[in-house]
């Protein structure tokens, strides 16, 4: 939106400048010859009254003359006086006194009473005029100057260049003025998305703080109704959650200690009591572990959970976790490579991240090929280390990335049940790298496998003014 403003106000206004700047420059070359030329309309209008009053050229008054040598000497021109003949009677020149001169400009004057040239090679006008007779005379005389316009011409060229000049700076001020106002004008908006933002990460205690105006204050006030309904959602939904998991705990812990009771009695059991005793056993292992992750789920959420952070060497953690997952490997076939770089060592959480890492590692191996194999990578750079997991399973579609992180969900959601999942292990990986101030993204392709990369701090992340 921002872009789009910016480029409308600097549109508008950078093509009214150069609008501007072409009506002046236009006005300028119309007008260019205006002075010069009115003068001598009016100086040829006046020598009517004096040729007739001293009967130049043939009289002895020399008035005429001597105006008519100053003209040109003024203008830098040359002057010339012919009767109706077309012969020249005065001559500023000297040289065609007595001469018929038949020239296209005197005679378009003739015909149209008027005539006015500009070479703009010589940069010189050429200014004729059939002079009106006051006697009542049908005899014609012609006034005709040729005379220098480079004065006139330089003038022209440096209005035309400041013109250009101030259109220029204008445009660089609305082009300067568009920005910050399309900065300014979006800003309460950009702080309403990134508000946005960080609520659709799970932060549903954050509040937009917008007033710029009305309107975006009336829209920032609505948004934060929305978000006191959902917290309160939220937090209903979470305490549920943790109420209900606490409630669960007990009874399944106790019939995890009778079924441990009756398999370990030492008595001989029917073969089919001992089967199902063992399932009930391992339906309960599995219920236990759902109970606790949807119970370290609800800490997190309510950040009672907080992160102990401590100088760890990350090195040493992948391998706990190799070690962890050997026996799932070797049971599903699966290789797993690992390859580190350098020694790392980083400011974090030991057993929230063994957990974080483990779960994509266990899910690399447990939806994986038969004879597949799992690649893990840790490396570093001055800020932050890199933990990149890729399998050769069979990939996640493009459409199913995106939820992946969802709580209780599940891609393949038979091999999901086949393999024990719940789909929440990806989900309290992700609280956790989150909680660190890290990063976790996903690449996959059908077929190809799947990548997972995580990105955390090296050092532990500052918040508040410095308070972690």
Known sequence: ??????????????????????????????????????????????????????????GSDTTVAEQLYLLAENYHGRVLILDGSLQVCFD??????????????????????????????????????????VTGSKENTIFFMRYDMSSEWSRYQTSRRYIMMIALCLSIIIFTLAIVLAVVFTRPLRRINRALTEIGNGKFDERVEVRSNRQVADISDSVNQILERTHEMVENRQNFVSDVSHELKTPMTSMKILADALLNSGEELPPMVHEFLTDINSEIDRENHIISDLLALARMDRKTDTIQYARTHINEILDVILNRVAPLAESKEVEVVCESYRDIYADVDEPKMITAITNIVENAILYNRPNGSVYVTLNANMTYFFVTVRDTGNGIAESEIAHIFERFYRVDKDRSRETGGTGLGLAITKDIINAHGGQIKVYSKINEGTTFSVRVPLAKPVRNGGKA
């Open 92 to 133: 500023s020149y000297r040289t065609k006194n007595g001469k018929t001169v038949v020239a296209p400009e005197i005679l378009e004057a003739v015909a149209e009473k008027t005539h006015f040239s500009y070479d703009e090679e010589s940069k010189s006008a050429t200014y004729v005029r059939v002079l009106p007779s």
């Open 1 to 58: 939106m921002s872009f789009i403003l910016f480029l409308g106000i600097a549109f508008c206004g950078i093509v009214s400048c150069v609008l501007l700047s072409y009506i002046l420059i236009s006005y300028n070359d119309r007008h260019l010859f205006d002075v010069t030329r009115k003068q001598l309309s009016d100086y040829s209008e006046g020598l009517s009254y004096d040729i007739a009053r001293t009967g130049f050229p043939s």
